[in-house]
């Protein structure tokens, strides 16, 4: 009896010992294949998410992930918190470390995740938190199992689903599983599955894809956004729930109009004085584009922006008066409270979702949803479309919002119903910078002379925030900026903001000592001394994706540049010009009759998509320019 007592046991033992082996062993980095290593910072183990919608106003999300970290880079393709409001419970919440050998050495359950508000300094918003944890890896590779499971209210947001989420990260097996009711209508999108193992499981009112052995997407130069590249599913029901308001919606236009009849309704009331406010403000003014402008500067001289993306903030704005009240409110606040005072001096102005960020990302014409979007503007009617503002900025113009939201598919609110429209695009030539100097070159070969540079378009956004810097932040400025003058000094910066024609003018005054290099009775100096784009992409032996010029601009400059006395040209490069499909370039070098020099360039540069097959040519065609722009000239000194 003892002995078959302790037979029992050994095989307990030994079957507890197998069983814990096999999850250590499934864990451990050291063991990855070097298919899923190769280009990888970090290797997604398993990634999955399991959508139950149980009603139209009920759904539960499990999710469960685990990633191996390689190194630092890879910390970035972690997540370790969940969000929670009213409409979003946290009903388990588990985080798990290992380390390279399988072995489990931290572990975090819900208590000791870190609360804190999703909204820093915002109280009309203190209902929207998070739980996080902050984790500090001290060495690597390490293992990170994130288990978390949400129940939710708000059925608009059926989460889409990525199965590769970054740059150099591989994933071994992502799933996403979505078990919903027979009569719920569910719409799916499927896109970039070409050339993946992707395969789809549908069993009654179960839908299952499982993908297996993606490699990693090594980030290449001009790539276009990952995002419209990367395999992903987009899920939408007809019938769903935002915040306790029901609705139904199939397309952009009825989604448009049950925002416009259920979430914006009722949201752009305000208190008398300030409508009387509004009106004082305008009074005598007819045009309203021109009342518009003047809301749109009062808004924003009286008020501040807090950041909440659309998801997390909820999807209904905060009600005028209390922004009004307040005097602060995020993306979705402030342009409802625009809204809301352009109303009331007769001016139509629509509420606006947008996609926005530096990378352009439109909304798919084809596949209605709330889950598209992070941020709120306003649309604007007008004899030549719409015109658009970001009622977030304090400093943009009027009818100028910059490459945050340029050129992308956005969804529009009327009262008639939903409209994607493109908002406005600032391409090639209306994105461009204009260089005037004159300088002359003393006989030491210091430099001393005027810059004036004028810019527009997405060059006029990247400029005219300079007026808000300081003295010694401009001096670091212009020092970086002209880095290839050294000992360079600069006095009487100014600057011009037009914000009626959205022109930025910097005017400062430049010298620097031993620009040109003198040997002997030689001095050779650059010509171009204001301007130089040197830029040269990498190469690569051999490029995976195509590349992209979003938004190319037009570079021209001219120079005036008296040479010192009792020197002469003795050599100066031949006038160039070339052009092709993806821009031009020009350079001219002329001699005037008081034997000084008059340079000129003028450099065009395309928007477009290119094919990869073509990355050596658009290469070369740098390479060229580079060149050109590093132009030299020779002066000898006869005297």
Known sequence: MRLKNLLGFICLFVSLSASYSQESIELQSVLLQNESLKNADAVVRYDSISVNMSSFDEMKIYKEYTITVLNKAGNSHIDTYEYYNEGRRINSLEISIYNQLGQEIKKYKKRDFIDKSAVPNGTLYSDHRMLYVDYTPTTYPYTLKFVSEIETSNTAYIPSWYFISGYNLSVEKSVYHIAYQKDTELRFKE???????????????????????????????????????????????NHFSVNGIEGNASNWNELGQWMYDKILADRTNLSGASVQNVKQLVAGIEDPLIKAQKVYEYVQEQTRYISVQVGIGGIQPIAAEEVDMVKYGDCKGLSNYTKALLEKVGVEAYYTHVEAGSNLVD????????????????????????????????????????????????LIMKPEGGEIVKTVSYLNEHNSKETIGAFELMGDGGIKGQVEIVSKGIVYDNHFILEGNNHEDLLNYYKEYWGYINNLNLENISFENDKDNVVFTEKVDVSAKKYGSISGSRMIFNLNSFDRNMYIPSRYRDRKSPFEIERGFQHSDTYKIKIPEGYQIEAMPSNESFENEFGSYSFELEKTEDNNLLYKKKFFLKNGIYPKEKYNQYRDFRKNISKLENAKIVLINNS
Do not use: M
């Open 363 to 410: 909304f798919d014409k084809e596949f209605a949803s709330l889950a598209q979007g992070n941020h709120a503007i306003l649309a604007i009617p007008s004899d030549n479309g719409y015109l658009w503002i970001d009622c977030t900025s304090r400093i943009h113009p009027f009818n100028f919002v910059g490459d945050f939201t340029d050129n992308r598919n956005v």
């Open 191 to 237: 896109d970039n599955f070409d050339g993946y193992d992707i395969k789809k499981i549908s069993d009654d009112n179960i839908i299952t894809y499982k993908a297996n052995s993606l490699p990693a997407i090594e980030r290449e130069e001009l790539a276009p956004s990952l995002l419209n590249r990367i395999p992903k599913i987009q899920v939408a029901s």
